[in-house]
């Protein structure tokens, strides 16, 4: 047997590529900072991680501010803060050979774009200032991330610590939504005054002692800078299918989990309502509704089992809502003045700003009263789309009292 032979056709086995992707803005010493802390772990036990690759997500002004990064400078002997950081790494041992791959293309700063609706041009965000610059900085992300996390072959760590604080909430979405479970989350912790020094870019850094805000020297030999690792909870593995394929927009995807989580939590309860007195209870937990606010419940309940398509407002309700009053109050004993459904409080019809304040106590009361009740409250109507979104063999409408 030719063993040379072999082992000359084997496939090499397949490697990990680290890619480290961060959302920078103002302050683009995250990017050093972060590299060193992932190379100086806190903990003995953890091995100091090199990424192959780093990717910047920015904005316009923000992809301004990185040009600092490749720009030498007397205070670090005249090296940019990137080559001194790559040197100072270098010096301590670390094999540099095939890592820390960046530059200043655009596939390794990548600029959040968006298209005017006017003109269907698109162009860089110079900032995220309005509702619309938000959602095309969602989906700019979200496309990033799914470029990273789709190759099998890549681990993904992933930076919060630049950029606007939307930037920052929307990348750790993003991660929740497709990120893998062995993806890292993280953010950069420095301690002061460094946080605040002018052209400081990480610890031991040459050049001497910075100044700081104060006016009193701050040498980075002193600096303390770790890494946090920000715990996330990795939805695409609970669904799959949905989170595992491209979904379109970043609004779509977050939709689609908000049902999946939904359904989820609806195979979970069973609601029991009563119709001679004012009792509910959700898997046996009782909850203590005021006359309006159960009749808002068991209208919605009813439509549920008579199955009454949903609807998409709250006024479209309205209507219903009163004939179903009337028809309560139908069935109450004569002169029975202490029957819930002769209460004063429905005497009158329910508008809607009533209706969305009682869904909005029911909601509270759900995640007060313990138990199993607080799932109901994902569960109610809520703006565009007025239902109760539990399966009606979830449901038991108990006509008579319960003994």
Same mark, same amino acid.
């Given at each position: ?7 000359? *056709? ?91 791959? #960046? ?30 610059? =938000? ?77 700081? !805000?104060?006016? =009193? ?14 715990? #996330?909870? !990795?939805?695409? =593995? ?39 007195? !004012? ?13 309006? *606010? ?7 309940? *009813? ?12 006024? *479209? ?30 005497? =009158? ?55």
């Amino acid at each position: 047997m030719n063993t040379t032979a072999s082992t000359a *056709e084997s496939p090499s086995p397949k490697t990990t590529e680290t890619i480290l992707l961060a959302v920078t803005g103002m302050s683009p010493a995250i990017l050093t900072e972060t590299i060193w802390a992932l190379a100086h772990p806190g903990a003995p036990a953890d091995e100091p991680v090199i990424p192959d690759r780093i990717v910047a997500v920015t904005t316009a002004e923000g992809r301004h501010r990185l040009e600092a990064i490749f720009t030498p400078t007397p205070q670090l002997e005249n090296r940019s803060p990137w080559d001194a950081l790559r040197r100072a790494l270098a010096a301590e041992g670390h094999d540099l050979r095939g890592k820390l791959r #960046f530059g200043t293309t655009s596939a390794d700063i990548r600029v959040i774009t968006a298209t005017d609706p006017d003109t269907a041009r698109s162009h860089e965000l110079p900032d995220i200032r309005n509702r619309a610059e =938000n959602e095309a900085a969602a989906d700019f992300i979200l496309e990033q991330v799914r470029g990273i996390v789709e190759n099998p072959d890549t681990r993904l760590i992933a930076s919060i610590a630049g950029g606007r604080k939307t930037m920052s909430a929307l990348l750790y979405a993003c991660m929740t939504l497709i990120g893998r479970e062995g993806d890292h989350l993280t953010h950069v912790l420095v301690s002061e005054p460094f946080e605040s020094v002018s052209g400081f870019w990480f610890p031991g850094q040459p050049g001497g002692p910075l100044t700081d !805000p104060s006016g =009193n020297p701050a040498d980075p030999r002193q600096a303390l800078v770790q890494l946090a690792h920000v715990p #996330f909870v !990795p939805l695409r =593995n609970l669904f799959h299918r949905e989170l595992g394929q491209p979904a379109g927009s970043f609004r779509r995807l977050v939709e689609t989990c908000q049902v999946n989580v939904r359904e989820t939590v609806a195979e979970r309860i069973l609601l029991e309502i009563e119709t001679t007195r !004012p009792e509910s209870r959700i898997n046996g937990t009782p909850i203590r509704l005021s006359a309006r *606010e159960h009749l808002v419940l068991l209208y919605f309940a *009813e439509r549920v089992r008579a199955e009454e398509p949903v609807l998409s407002a709250y006024d *479209e309700a309205i209507n219903g809502l009163d004939a179903f009053r009337k028809a309560i109050q139908a069935q109450a004993p004569d002169n029975d003045w202490s029957d819930w459904r002769t209460s004063e409080a429905l005497a =009158n019809p329910i508008d809607e700003r009533q209706l969305t304040r009682c869904l909005s106590e029911i909601r509270s009361k759900t995640k007060k009263a313990g138990g199993d009740a607080p799932y109901l409250a994902t569960l109610l109507p809520r703006k565009g789309r007025c239902a109760l979104d539990l399966p009606a063999d979830h449901i038991r409408i108990l006509r008579k009292p319960r003994e």
